[in-house]
């Protein structure tokens, strides 16, 4: 059975940093692409940022471009979304996805599988 969990959201200060994980369950990360989305409230879900089935990294929002990278472990079957400076702005739950694809889409209807969500909070 194909699972996602995230973790590592939480509250943080602007400027402040977090790292976010997703477990992969159930598949390998070689067959698969991972993109992390989020999800304002009132707003629809956008893509982020993602890690194609050999690595190689697409973002999607200029916003969290030389701020965000994406990384993963494919031994520990897990995705990390490495978050700096963050900003009010990023509010969100973020939310990682997977696809059995060799490339990476900013779109969610892109994929087929998804974690529950973790949330990011980013205040004073």
């Known amino acids: 059975q194909l699972q996602l969990v995230e973790s590592g959201g939480g509250s943080v200060q602007p400027g402040g940093s977090l790292r976010l994980s997703c477990l992969a369950s159930?598949?390998?990360?070689?067959?698969?692409?991972i993109g992390w989305f989020r999800q304002a409230p009132g707003k629809e879900r956008e893509g982020v940022i993602c890690i194609n089935n050999v690595g190689d990294a697409t973002n999607y929002v200029g916003s969290v471009k030389d701020r965000f990278t994406i990384y993963r472990d494919v031994a520990e079957s897990t995705v990390y979304l490495q978050m700096n400076s963050l900003k009010f702005e990023d509010t969100a739950i973020y939310y990682c996805?997977?696809?059995?694809?060799?490339?990476?889409?900013?779109?969610?209807?892109?994929?087929?599988?998804w974690g529950q969500g973790t949330q990011v909070t980013v205040s004073s």
């Open positions: 159930g598949f390998t990360l070689d067959d698969y692409s």
């Open positions: 996805a997977a696809n059995v694809a060799d490339y990476c889409s900013g779109h969610p209807w892109g994929y087929k599988y």
